[in-house]
């Protein structure tokens, strides 16, 4: 009994230390500074810059994982230009900001699903899709923020709505857990990041041209 009781006062104290962790650590939500000048482009999320890739008059795979990956539609976004990729470790910021001030144009979440490889073996690429929400935000510049959710925090939360204003830096969203975001952007930009650079909230990362 007295093993019992310790297990259980043991099993409690991990417990309530894992929610005051989450609670007042991993859901954070610091005062960052926003570039105020109004060419600039922000990062959305806080991470690493996994990957930078271009694009022209085509859609693109990103990985996420061993078997994840993620459609990444650029169409309504502009037929050229680039899709950054920043990676969410758990010790990062979970929060999503604006990179731009405009307005949201649409928003669309998709639940993730998994792919019969053989069934579907023209698109073996895709063993699972993972949850992931798309905010496509027009201002000076159109722009696309994709919100990523790994395999076992499948919580995204968006806080914005077709038509609303937003603000340069403004929030827009949360992940729950370590995962990944994207925006996708058109031609008219120079970034001034590359791959393997930190990045943090409200940052600039590129301006318009």
């Excluded at 806080?46 to 694009?55: D, E, F, L, Q, S």
């Excluded at 023209?122 to 949850?131: D, G, I």
Aim: with cysteine.
């Amino acid at each position: 009994m007295y093993i019992l009781l310790t297990i259980a006062g043991i099993s409690s104290i991990f417990l309530l230390t894992f929610i005051l962790l989450w609670r007042f650590y991993f859901l954070r939500n610091p005062t960052i500074f926003i570039d105020q000048n109004s060419n600039a482009i922000l990062s959305p999320a806080n991470g690493i810059v996994a990957k930078i890739m271009p694009y022209k008059n085509e859609n693109k795979i990103a990985e996420k994982g061993l078997f994840g990956k993620i459609p990444l539609i650029t169409k309504d976004v502009a037929k050229e230009g680039c899709i950054v990729l920043i990676r969410l470790h758990v010790y990062n910021v979970h929060w999503q900001r604006s990179p731009i001030k405009g307005k949201i144009e649409h928003t669309h979440y998709i639940s993730g699903k998994f792919f019969n490889a053989v069934k579907n073996a023209e698109s073996m690429q895709c063993f699972f899709e993972n949850e992931r929400n798309e905010i496509l935000i027009t201002g000076k510049i159109k722009c696309k923020v994709i919100q990523i959710a790994g395999y076992l925090a499948r919580r995204i939360e968006c806080f914005v709505k077709v038509s609303q204003q937003v603000s340069a830096g403004e929030i827009v969203g949360l992940i729950n857990l370590g995962s990944q975001c994207a925006i996708i952007l058109p031609k008219n930009v120079n970034l001034n990041i590359r791959e393997g650079d930190k990045v943090q909230l409200g940052q600039k990362i590129g301006e318009i041209q």
